[in-house]
């Protein structure tokens, strides 16, 4: 299994940004990787996912314009980024990184938790009004 590791979590104020990494044992090609969180008391849910090397990024409708992910896995770097601006209170949760084999694109299946196996411990993110 890939291990995951996040960090850049953070307390910010409504309307400023964070930059979340995710640094990942390996980097296997055509594998899918994304961006969860899970706010207090809520399920988790999908924020961003995209095939490794690709650029054809899903997003969540709640950070579409807000929220970029990237990833770098040049040279070994093997990191995948989240960059979080214009961020509002209800932003706050626990955001996780994962891994799974296949990125789906259909409304049932995109950016589903149950389609990734592979998570990371979770980086705080906490904004205030």
């Known amino acids: 299994q890939v291990q995951l590791v996040e960090s850049g979590g953070g307390s910010v104020q409504a309307g400023g940004s964070l930059r979340l990494s995710c640094v990942a044992s390996?980097?296997?090609?055509?594998?899918?990787m994304g961006w969860f969180r899970q706010a207090l008391g809520k399920e988790r849910e999908g924020v961003a996912q995209?095939?490794?090397?690709?650029?054809?990024?899903?997003?969540a409708d709640s950070v579409k314009g807000r929220f970029t992910l990237s990833q770098d896995n040049a040279n070994g770097k093997n990191t995948l980024y989240l960059e979080m601006n214009n961020l509002k209170p209800e932003d706050t949760a626990m955001y996780y990184c994962?891994?799974?084999?296949?990125?789906?694109?259909?409304?049932?299946?995109?950016?589903?938790?149950?389609?990734?196996?592979?998570w990371g411990q979770g980086t705080q993110v906490t904004v205030s009004s």
């Open positions: 994962a891994a799974g084999p296949v990125c789906h694109y259909t409304a049932s299946e995109r950016l589903r938790p149950a389609n990734f196996g592979s």
């Open positions: 390996e980097y296997p090609a055509r594998y899918c």
């Open positions: 995209v095939w490794t090397g690709g650029d054809n990024i899903e997003y």
